[in-house]
């Protein structure tokens, strides 16, 4: 059974940083693609970051560009989400998807996603 766990959300000040985890088990994702989606109250859901699982190539939002990373750790089977000048607006409730995505902004391209994790940037 695939899982994806995410960790690492909270409040911080506007400015501040934070580092999202994605704890994944249950398959191998060699092949998939790992992404982070985020969803704010009364919005739909929004791409942020992707990266294939076995490839370097990485994808970012616009809104991100410069200021998250996407990472993993092969050995834990972890993908990370380092957030850094972190503004209002990314206050979200952040998720963790995998899926043989093709389009990897799309969110319909993934087949498992976590329970998200909650992001609150004060001003």
């Known amino acids: 059974q695939v899982q994806l766990v995410e960790s690492g959300g909270g409040l911080v000040q506007a400015g501040g940083s934070l580092r999202l985890s994605c704890a994944a088990s249950?398959?191998?994702?060699?092949?998939?693609?790992m992404g982070w989606f985020r969803q704010a109250p009364g919005k739909e859901r929004e791409f942020v970051a992707a990266?294939?699982?076995?490839?370097?190539?990485?994808y970012y939002a616009d809104s991100v560009k410069g200021r998250f990373t996407i990472s993993r750790d092969n050995a834990k089977n972890i993908m990370y989400l380092q957030m850094n000048s972190l503004k209002p607006e990314d206050t979200a409730n952040y998720y963790c998807?995998?899926?043989?995505?093709?389009?990897?902004?799309?969110?319909?391209?993934?087949?498992?996603w976590g329970q998200g994790t909650q992001v609150t940037v004060s001003s």
């Open positions: 990266r294939r699982w076995s490839g370097g190539s990485t």
């Open positions: 249950g398959r191998t994702f060699s092949n998939y693609a």
């Open positions: 998807a995998a899926g043989r995505a093709t389009v990897v902004d799309s969110e319909h391209e993934y087949d498992y």
